[in-house]
C-alpha cells in the first residue's frame, strides 16, 4: 500500500492516508472508527453471535461510515489485526465474516493472506464458498451464547 509503513501502527497509516473525521460531509462520521480494533471486533462478535456474516458496506455502516474504496481497504488492515489477536488466542478468525455484497465473499486481501487458512483455489464459486463456509461456522459456533 502507498504510503504505508509497515512497523507503523494502524492509527499511524491511517492518518497518512488522510483519514479524518469530516462533520460537513454527511455519512463521513469518523473515520478513525475503522482503526477502533474493539469497536471492529464487537461488530464481528456480535455478527458471530447471530449466525451471519457482514458486508464491508454493512460493517463500515455501522462505525457510521459511507463505503468507499479507501475506507474498505482501511478497514481490511484493521480485520488483519482482529485475526493475528483472535489466532493468538486460540479462538476462530473473524475476518472471514466481513464479505462482499455482490457474492458473500471476503475480498482479494483476505485470500492472499495468511487468513485463507491454506486453500490454494479460486477466489470465486462452489469450493471457495465451502471453505469460507466453514471458516465462518468455526466462528458462529465459537461465539454462540458467549458474552466475552
Avoid at 462478535?45 to 456474516?53: K, P, Y
Amino acid at each position: 500500500m502507498a504510503g504505508a509503513r509497515r512497523d507503523g501502527s494502524l492509527a499511524e497509516w491511517l492518518e497518512a492516508e488522510g483519514f479524518a473525521p469530516d462533520a460537513s460531509t454527511p455519512g463521513s462520521g469518523d473515520a478513525s472508527a475503522i482503526a477502533d480494533v474493539p469497536r471492529v471486533r464487537a461488530i464481528l462478535t456480535a455478527a458471530a453471535r447471530e449466525g451471519r456474516a457482514v458486508s464491508y458496506s454493512e460493517a463500515l455502516g455501522q462505525l457510521g461510515l459511507r463505503f468507499t474504496r479507501p475506507k474498505m481497504r482501511a478497514l481490511c488492515r484493521t480485520l488483519d489485526a482482529i485475526d493475528r489477536d483472535e489466532l493468538a488466542a486460540a479462538r476462530p478468525a473473524l475476518a472471514v465474516l466481513v464479505v462482499r455484497e455482490s457474492d458473500g465473499l471476503p475480498g482479494q486481501g483476505w485470500w492472499t493472506g495468511s487468513d485463507a487458512r491454506g486453500y490454494a483455489g479460486a477466489w470465486t464459486g462452489p469450493e471457495a464458498m465451502a471453505h469460507v463456509r466453514a471458516l465462518q461456522q468455526r466462528a458462529f459456533d465459537y461465539w454462540r451464547g458467549r458474552q466475552d
